[in-house]
């Protein structure tokens, strides 16, 4: 039997009922009575990427063993499962043991796939960092990468709708990297120092709203995430390393480097295009503006992935709608690969 | 004295007294009256990107030519020319006179320098096409250039607000392009042949819409424009030239050639991004919604080198609002050319 | 025991427990578990105007008739109908038969009196074409009811909402009819023949939107609905049409044939009224704001007309909200009959 | 020299130059300085339907003539008029002088060819309001035309867009009811009584909006319709016309007079459709629907009217936008006249 | 075992199984079928503040004390009571007994500290009126509770969202009007008398709306609510007392009375705020728009409170949102008590 | 002759034509031409809550002190004055005098008025600020008026709408802290103290946006301004002066610092109570709410006193619409004085 994640266990219950084992952490644990008046168990498994809530009835062993376990931690679990319509996928006949050590960390390391994807995605951004050339934009992203790196990595690039994993706004940023790289190149008057800076700070206000913690996969709700979201986080991180640079070597570069922090932070206040959907300013530069088509066009395209994936087929090709996408979504022409001159 | 494009004079204008002349053809020409009622022509004057409105007073050489002139006719105008505030710039003590056929020739063609990039710019377009891995995308696009060049090259990308200048369609295509190859790079899933195509294909309506006179500069009103709109248009000219390609040759391609139709139409009829900007379908695919944002972003692109050149400066480095940029614009941070690391 | 339809069956439910037999097609068979992991089936069964589910117990004759059953078969169901809240209507003790082909036949031809409406309302509409004054306009409407008036009869006014069933656009083109002659009458300015022509045109897209299959109930999505609309397709297919008559014996009428093709266009493109419902142009004329109000009228009346049979009553006159209507709804005020002066 | 309506002399002057007789009242008088500080005066003139402003010069006969006027005085004025751009309508070398009594009537009855136009609708609206069934409807529609019917003549449709000149409302109003009745009779399940009431009674609040005085046409602003509007005005005087009457004789009527009160005053309050609109309430039954359908329909089509009378022409039969419509107007399509089957 | 009201049951079974007393009225009493076709019993039982759903097994002592029962009546039921997640709060082994004539007006009355605050907020608002120096405005406002205050203690704020119980009209009046006397103390150019009265009156027309009966808990919908809304039934109510006084002796008061009445009648129709929200005509005055902002001050404090006591906790401090507040909401600072200067 | 302020100059001019003197500091200087090519002087002039515009013509006594004037100079303007309909406020025979040094300072202060009711708002404020309980927001504002109270006194409120002047934020400031004083009584459960000072520095980012120079009165627009808005400026501040306090005197106290940050940099964030005006979060605190109406009323009662003073009267009582006011404004009722019970 392989171990899958939660995420490959749902996708492959949807064709049929699947015999599996599963890694993941207790999200939350509950004794619950049914309408007759028999104790079950409901509880609420997650991984780096998804979740599930198993159900132990009186009369299973899993009962029993829920009786021992404790919030928080790790267990596998071995069962039946089969999808059931609006009430998702049902485990039955399951068992759960606790995770080893080792185990433990290859799970909250992440499938090895996703890991290598980061991974590597994370390189290029360090790269790209290396390679500005205003040594003040420079310096500011290295002290991000060296004080942050960590966190930066076990955040997610939004709760629901895109990237929504442990890891997931490395890979939002590095993407939009490779995007901004391009687009600077077709339009050479952009600012590619600033418009690079902008990518990787844009959302690093994310780091206290959409952070996961270090041991484990629940999302937290945060004061700070809440009374303040992450456009005026984001700027007050960047100002906080702004401030522990010693710009004395710098002293007569041009642009000034007060200039230089204003267009920055520009780039994060403006990054949602709109007031309406949470900028406290319109854009104001070309830079801004390219930052925010960068950034929607990323997150409309994992959208329209994650929905080829998930949502219901409405005919061949043919989509039920994602939210926030507008509709039904529909599955791209295929290439053409090779054929007649 | 410099022969100077209207635009240019205009330019020039704002800094103080100039003297010039100007090649131009008469877009209207009225006799009118002062309140004291001496009689005065208005001349307005349009070239390949902008207009001028002169005046003669009653009791100057530039009357008795006025009497003669007719409406498109083609003019040399030399004269001394002050920006007026709201009113614009004026003409003082100016001379008019007919263009030789050379030099009426010369100004239909446009200044040499936007010649020679909407040139360079169509040669883009004609590799980019000839370079379409689909046999069937490929023939629509070289018939559509073959057929509806000469066209196409004299169609502005708008009435107002971003490249509405002969050959602004050119211009906006081919920046597109570029735009579409480098996001088809970071995106390889996309279907860089159905975006390319569709770049080519998404403002094709305006050449009903918004296209200049073989000889003038006067954009014309048609009903074909006000009653269907560029979409609809440009939906039916794809159609149109679909049905001309004998499909024979590729009769088992994958994939199926109404697949291709549908979703190249799709493109078109989706890429204002949103029902309320004028589109009558959401957009449904990756590449609909890549299309979407590479057009936008190099309509504000133009916009924000518009308005650097002609808002209202209210500081150093800051201009009044250009419709439809949605505030004050800001001068791009300078760029860092060399420093200490 | 009365056969009735399943929008019937389900009327009656409402009152009180009712034994009924009804005719449907399976529109979908699922084998599915219960929670302590007990068998059953789900049965969907559709007719021309309405939807129910059934479940077949392990313990009940329907569920050996279940594991027999195939999609897209014809049934008949005998049983006990209760309704259950928010669940809908349920089926007890029920058996099924297939249907013969002379009840197939009668079914897929709906309930008699809604058959006879429908057949009512084409001959109006196939009269009225033939009063056309302008024979491009005559001719047109004509071929297009005899190239697709098979499938405009089986095609619904909508997915959801308002006539969302077989024959569901005949009803709505005759009632706009109705409404377009009425309101000519009204305003003798309004082009009688071009509002007539509006109507019969403006939802002709959706025979490829939310037509019905000749031998079933169940309307599909289709790339093309998706991916273009009802209007473009609906422009498509009068250009089709128009292209394959021959105009010569009325070379020259007046109005030219290409303003009336241009106008008739844009009755279809405007008919939504504003963009931001899918036209893709606003109304320009006369004609399309009236055929914009007539269509909206008639749908309105139908949403009001299904909201008293179907909504949640609150208080006596007072039905809960239907959606799209804006809020909840009140039945009319009774016609004053007769009574002293 | 003709006598002409301000209208008509404005529509022939954007031709040439007129030498024209007009009758008016005086709007406003002010005396006024050049920049250099010569005096002149200013005189705003009025009629039935439309404005026009006088400018004497000082060293004209207009001037003295000017010292001797008053506001609200009836004059005659004769000169030359042009058309001036921007600026409108300038006389030029005109002379007034006061109004004879009979002069006077003839100026505030309106030009004959309106005067019997809005006759005749007067004439509808009594015929219709005596066709109503439901004597209580019928005589409340009666009283308000014996009580307030005088001042229903005298108020326009709205202060700008449509109808807006004395009488305005008279016409609106009877178009209305004859588009009520056309509707009625195709959706015979609508209450046609309350419908025509309905329309009768939907702008009677205007009676305090937008009526004209007695002897002249100046619409005034007042207190009561600023600080209530029309729709609570209407509800009100519909309330005083209804606690007038005896319901003794109709004790045991069917419906109760109660609910024929509350569905009458719920047309009043939800015509305009939707709350945005400053409707109180949404429509909650098919006759308010219908009634806010047919109210926004003779708008439209007497903006369109009045649209290719007063807008600026783009190009054959392209006009450009008239708010509150939405975008450019076209002429409709001719009317196809005779030809062969 | 206590008696408990049935939010504060509601409350105490988020924590745990809870033993208890309730006493409230039968809403509605239906007889159901489990889906294995066993009847059971489901009792909607209301008070001042909440409902509660029972149901009764066929098995259980409860069942045949349904048999008995009928809709209105008035019980205690004892039982244990659980929470059962989305399904709400369960009731275990109850029993119901009807309740004797002085538990039942002890129930009407309201729960003792509800019926004490809202006797002292009635007080304030008597007091509040005697303290109007206008004698036309405090005349009216004393009609009105002498001829209405009844009614005005047992209707309700709002159907949903705030103030939704009997007598919440009273605490958000009072409330009001506290807030009403600060702002126009602040405000000294603020009619303070005016304000006062548009406290008052400004939901007035609710007394049609959200009334709840004299002898029960369930808000009825009525056509007057629905055909009219409260701004303008509020508008009727205040021309109604208006009427009944004789102004005689107050003949020469300044402003005068007409004026006084408009600008009370302007509070109600303007109280909304704008028109999207249902307010005929948008504020005009000082007034107006201080009145609104107390409403919604008022309204939104009430929403939090609210919101505290009932929203699911995502974190500490932190809940779910709760509409119509427009996102999750946050525990307030808590208050600093004493420290160190 | 009287000194006037230019805003009591225009007043005036609109009755008739006045002599009088003003003083004001050059704000902007142009040499232009007329039509007719004779040359004038256009110099606007500004004090602390106006500006007006002057023109030399070139034959008379001013046309050669413009001559030698300066931008940014201060002047006595001795002249005639008349209102001039749509251009403004014109100046006739006008002779200009450079101010001594103690005119300077007393232009530079402002009227004795507004600087004695600006003097007492200060005062007001440094008392409040005083009375805060809690010992880290008391030392938070008492240090914000340390270091910035000047620049606070010399900025305005807005840039148009509301408190446009020099010290306008110090009078909306002032004014809103009566009101949370008032609005904290009625509602005991808000946090006085947070509420303070939310007020004290929702609009210190403004410090950087509307700001007034110490030797002038042309507001600046600012990068600063621009790129970020005053709301992230405003937070920017507060952490600024936050960092530099010595928290361990107050290490142990309730509610954390931290918390107590948060809580105020919410109230900053969301004091514009939607997105859509610029907030980067929504409110999800009863302070944040509080807040943002108490600011709204206050914005709104200056806008209405600004009304009555600048807009059009269309009627006794009533005033064209001012923006950013939803319509046309009407006088308040006045108030009630003395009467018989």
């Known amino acids: 039997m392989d171990i899958l994640t939660i995420a490959n266990l749902k996708r492959a219950a949807t064709v049929g009922r699947v015999e599996a084992i599963i890694h993941g952490q207790v999200d939350s644990l509950t004794r619950k009575e049914t309408r007759d008046q028999k104790p079950f168990w409901e509880v609420v498994l997650g991984d780096a990427e998804s979740k599930i809530t198993l159900r132990a009835w009186s009369d299973s062993p899993a009962f029993s063993e829920c009786e021992q376990m404790a919030r928080g931690e790790f267990l596998e679990v071995t069962g039946e499962f089969v999808h059931n319509g609006a009430f998702g996928t049902d485990a039955r006949r399951w068992t759960g043991r606790r995770l080893g050590e080792n185990e433990r960390q290859a799970l909250l390391a992440g499938p090895a796939e996703l890991r290598d994807r980061q991974n590597a995605d994370y390189e290029l951004i360090t790269r790209t960092v290396e390679s500005l050339g205003d040594p003040r934009l420079r310096t500011l992203a290295q002290n991000f990468l060296g ?8 955040t997610a690039a939004a709760r629901n709708y895109h990237h929504a994993r442990r890891g997931g706004l490395v890979e ?3 993407q939009m990297m490779r995007s901004a790289e391009a687009i600077a190149a077709v339009y050479p008057r952009l600012n590619r120092d600033l418009l690079i800076s902008g990518v990787l700070f844009h959302d690093c206000g994310k780091l206290w709203e959409n952070v996961l913690p270090e041991n484990g996969f629940n999302m937290p709700y945060t004061e700070t995430g809440e009374l303040l979201g992450h456009i005026p986080v984001g700027i007050e991180l960047v100002n906080s390393l702004w401030r522990k640079i ?12 007060e200039e230089v922090r204003l267009h920055l932070l520009h780039l994060i206040a403006a990054h949602h295009g709109e007031k309406q959907f949470g900028s406290p300013v319109d854009p104001k530069t070309p830079e801004a503006v390219a930052l925010h088509y960068i950034d929607n066009l990323d997150a409309k395209m994992e959208m329209f992935a994650a929905g080829y994936e998930t949502a219901q087929q409405l005919a061949p090709g043919i989509f039920e709608r994602v939210r926030p996408l507008p509709g039904n979504i529909v599955l791209p022409l295929a290439k053409f690969v090779t054929g007649p001159a």
């Open 147 to 154: 004080d942050w790196g960590e966190r930066f990595r076990r």
């Open 246 to 257: 010693d710009f004395t070597p710098w002293a007569g570069l041009e642009p000034a480097s």
């Open 172 to 174: 939002h940023t590095a």
